[in-house]
C-alpha cells in the first residue's frame, strides 16, 4: 500500500472509533494531562495539572535531584488512576527540556517504565516549538494570520513563526524555572534571546500569541480569577503596557503576598517574575504591542498529530 493511502486509511480508522486519548506533558515546573476525544472536532474531557518542579536544582546541576523524580512519579501514578477510572484507551507521554538536558534521565524514563508500565518520550526542543504551533493554529477561535507563537517554559522558550520559507521552530533556554534559579537579569535573558530575536525581524508577523504557564497565569491574574477557567484564559488579549504593570505589581510584593494574589497558584508565585522578564524582552525588543493566550498548547497539538497523522505516531502510543 502507497504510504499516502496508508495514510488516509489510518485517519478513517481512528475517526469510526470514539477513542479516549490521554496526552501527559512532562516539563520542568509541572506534569499536565490532557483527556481528549475525537468527534467532529476534538473535544478536552479532562485537564490536570501538578507542580512538580521537575527542573529543580538544574541550573548548577545536569542531574535530575532525586527528590523531583519522586515527585514526578507520583504525579503520574496519579494521572494512571485517573485514566484508568475514566476509561482512557491510549496514553502519550512526552518529556521537554529538563529530562531533555538531564545526563541522568535513562534512570528516571526506567523507572517510570519499570513502576507504571508508561514508556515517555523525549522530544527535542524543534518538535516541542512544532507541536505548540500545532496546538495554537488547531486551537485557537480566532484564526488569526501566520502568528508569531510565544511558548514560555520552566526550562526553556520556543519561539515558532512563519515566513517565506515555511515555518521556522527555535529553542532557547530561556525558561522561568532556569532563570530564577539563575537569578539571571534582563540583560542576561536579552543576550541570550537576542541571536533568535534578529531572526525573528526578518518575517515579523503581525499577531502574537502565547503558550504555556506565564501567559495562561497573567491572563488570570489580569482578570482576578479566583478559580482558573480555562474559557476565559483562552483568547484573552493582553497588551505589553498590562503585563509590565503586572509585573512591576508582584515585583513590589513579598512572595508570600505574591502567593495571596488571585489568579497566580502559589506553587509558581516564585518563578513568575522571571517568565514576565521574558515576555517583556520578547515583546520589546520585536515591537509587538500585545498577545492573545492559548490554552491549546503542545498537548493539544500532539493529540491532533495522534488523531490526524498517519501511523508514523503508534511509536508514541502505551
Same mark, same amino acid.
Given at each position: 500500500?502507497?504510504?499516502?493511502?496508508?495514510?488516509?486509511?489510518?485517519?478513517?480508522? @481512528?475517526?469510526?472509533?470514539?477513542?479516549?486519548?490521554?496526552?501527559?506533558?512532562?516539563?520542568?515546573?509541572?506534569?499536565?494531562?490532557?483527556?481528549?476525544?475525537?468527534?467532529?472536532?476534538?473535544?478536552?474531557?479532562?485537564?490536570?495539572?501538578?507542580?512538580?518542579?521537575?527542573?529543580?536544582?538544574?541550573?548548577?546541576?545536569?542531574?535530575?535531584?532525586?527528590?523531583?523524580?519522586?515527585?514526578?512519579?507520583?504525579?503520574?501514578?496519579?494521572?494512571?488512576? $485517573?485514566?484508568?477510572?475514566?476509561?482512557?484507551?491510549?496514553?502519550?507521554?512526552?518529556?521537554?527540556?529538563?529530562?531533555?538536558?538531564?545526563?541522568?534521565?535513562?534512570?528516571?524514563?526506567?523507572?517510570?517504565?519499570?513502576?507504571?508500565?508508561?514508556?515517555?518520550?523525549?522530544?527535542?526542543?524543534?518538535?516541542?516549538?512544532?507541536?505548540?504551533?500545532?496546538?495554537?493554529?488547531?486551537?485557537?477561535?480566532?484564526?488569526?494570520?501566520?502568528?508569531?507563537?510565544? &511558548? $514560555?517554559?520552566?526550562?526553556?522558550?520556543?519561539? $515558532?513563526?512563519?515566513?517565506?520559507?515555511?515555518?521556522?521552530?527555535?529553542?532557547?533556554?530561556?525558561?522561568?524555572?532556569?532563570?530564577?534559579?539563575?537569578?539571571?537579569?534582563?540583560?542576561?535573558?536579552?543576550?541570550?534571546?537576542?541571536?533568535?530575536?534578529?531572526?525573528?525581524?526578518?518575517?515579523?508577523?503581525?499577531?502574537?500569541?502565547?503558550?504555556?504557564?506565564?501567559?495562561?497565569?497573567?491572563?488570570?491574574?489580569?482578570?482576578?480569577?479566583?478559580?482558573?477557567?480555562? &474559557?476565559?484564559?483562552?483568547?484573552? @488579549?493582553?497588551?505589553?503596557?498590562?503585563?509590565?504593570?503586572?509585573?512591576?505589581?508582584?515585583?513590589?510584593?513579598?512572595?508570600?503576598?505574591?502567593?495571596?494574589?488571585?489568579?497566580?497558584?502559589?506553587?509558581?508565585? &516564585?518563578? $513568575?517574575?522571571?517568565?514576565?522578564?521574558?515576555?517583556?524582552?520578547?515583546?520589546?525588543?520585536?515591537?509587538?504591542?500585545?498577545?492573545?493566550?492559548?490554552?491549546?498548547?503542545?498537548?493539544?497539538?500532539?493529540?491532533? &498529530?495522534?488523531?490526524?497523522?498517519?501511523?508514523?505516531?503508534?511509536?508514541?502510543?502505551?
Amino acid at each position: 500500500m502507497a504510504r499516502q493511502d496508508e495514510n488516509v486509511l489510518w485517519r478513517f480508522l @481512528r475517526g469510526c472509533f470514539l477513542l479516549k486519548l490521554g496526552v501527559i506533558d512532562i516539563g520542568t515546573n509541572s506534569v499536565r494531562m490532557l483527556i481528549v476525544i475525537k468527534e467532529q472536532e476534538l473535544l478536552v474531557r479532562g485537564s490536570y495539572l501538578v507542580t512538580t518542579r521537575m527542573g529543580q536544582g538544574m541550573a548548577a546541576s545536569t542531574c535530575l535531584q532525586e527528590e523531583a523524580i519522586v515527585r514526578t512519579v507520583k504525579a503520574l501514578r496519579e494521572f494512571q488512576d $485517573i485514566c484508568s477510572g475514566q476509561g482512557v484507551e491510549k496514553v502519550i507521554l512526552i518529556a521537554t527540556s529538563a529530562v531533555r538536558e538531564a545526563s541522568n534521565k535513562e534512570y528516571f524514563l526506567d523507572k517510570v517504565k519499570r513502576e507504571l508500565g508508561w514508556q515517555i518520550r523525549v522530544i527535542s526542543g524543534e518538535e516541542e516549538a512544532r507541536l505548540g504551533y500545532l496546538g495554537v493554529v488547531k486551537g485557537l477561535p480566532q484564526k488569526l494570520e501566520h502568528p508569531l507563537v510565544i &511558548d $514560555i517554559g520552566g526550562g526553556s522558550t520556543e519561539l $515558532i513563526w512563519e515566513s517565506q520559507n515555511g515555518v521556522n521552530y527555535t529553542s532557547s533556554k530561556v525558561g522561568a524555572v532556569r532563570m530564577t534559579e539563575m537569578k539571571s537579569s534582563k540583560s542576561v535573558i536579552y543576550r541570550i534571546l537576542q541571536p533568535v530575536l534578529e531572526k525573528v525581524k526578518e518575517d515579523l508577523p503581525s499577531n502574537t500569541v502565547g503558550i504555556g504557564g506565564t501567559a495562561t497565569t497573567l491572563a488570570a491574574i489580569d482578570q482576578e480569577l479566583a478559580v482558573y477557567a480555562p &474559557d476565559k484564559v483562552h483568547g484573552y @488579549r493582553l497588551s505589553l503596557q498590562r503585563i509590565t504593570e503586572i509585573g512591576e505589581r508582584l515585583a513590589a510584593m513579598d512572595l508570600h503576598a505574591r502567593r495571596q494574589v488571585k489568579g497566580l497558584q502559589p506553587e509558581r508565585a &516564585d518563578i $513568575i517574575l522571571a517568565g514576565i522578564v521574558i515576555l517583556e524582552v520578547i515583546l520589546s525588543e520585536l515591537g509587538l504591542p500585545e498577545i492573545v493566550v492559548s490554552e491549546t498548547d503542545i498537548m493539544y497539538g500532539l493529540a491532533y &498529530d495522534y488523531f490526524y497523522s498517519g501511523p508514523s505516531m503508534c511509536k508514541l502510543e502505551v
